[in-house]
């Protein structure tokens, strides 16, 4: 989901074009101007406010995991369960003595692993309910010069300075 309504990779492309071209050098490939756009929409996003980036979905839980693989999680944030409330997540060795914990009966708890999540529900929690997964999302790169970039418009200025950094310093240019 791109956040600009505005910018397409063309107009950042057309931009590294015209560097390149100023430059005297050889014509970039389209591939080769889309990861330079990726990139520097990439460092953008690294210092962007993650809220920008932030979504809650309803995932399933199915023999006490929940797998997360298909939304491009950058990093989870919480995970609440409609019946037992916000899932307490836990570090794998804490995640392996909770059933030896008698004061961990009455929640549910999670370790990551991977892609997923392993649950533990106390005997004396109630069964699971609908779970909803907080997380920041990874940024959408453009795999075409018609895409929007997923970057909010205002932060267009950062993506033209940051592109046009990378293309000099490729192209060994002061």
Not at 23 to 34: F, H, M, N, R, Y
Not at 84 to 107: H, I, M, Q
Not at 126 to 132: E, P, Q, W
Request: proline share 3%; glycine share 4%; aromatic share 10%.
């Amino acid at each position: 989901m791109a956040l600009s309504k505005q910018y397409t990779a063309r107009i950042v492309a057309d931009m590294i074009r015209g560097v390149v071209k100023a430059l005297g050098e050889e014509e970039l490939q389209p591939l080769e101007v889309l990861s330079y756009v990726n990139l520097a929409q990439q460092m953008v996003y690294n210092e962007a406010p993650k809220e920008l980036y932030t979504k809650s979905e309803t995932v399933s839980e199915s023999s006490d995991t929940i797998d997360f693989s298909t939304l491009e999680v950058d990093t989870p944030i919480k995970l609440v369960d409609s019946v037992n409330g916000t899932v307490d997540r836990k570090g794998l060795l804490e995640f392996e003595e909770l059933a030896d914990d008698p004061s961990k009966r009455k929640r549910v708890y999670a370790t990551q692993i991977g892609e997923s999540f392993s649950l533990f529900k106390g005997d004396e929690a109630s069964a699971y309910g609908t779970f909803t997964f907080t997380f920041v999302r990874k940024i959408t790169p453009c795999s075409a010069e018609t895409d929007y970039l997923d970057i909010e418009d205002k932060y267009i200025n950062k993506v033209f300075t940051i592109a046009k950094e990378l293309v000099r310093e490729q192209l060994g240019a002061k």
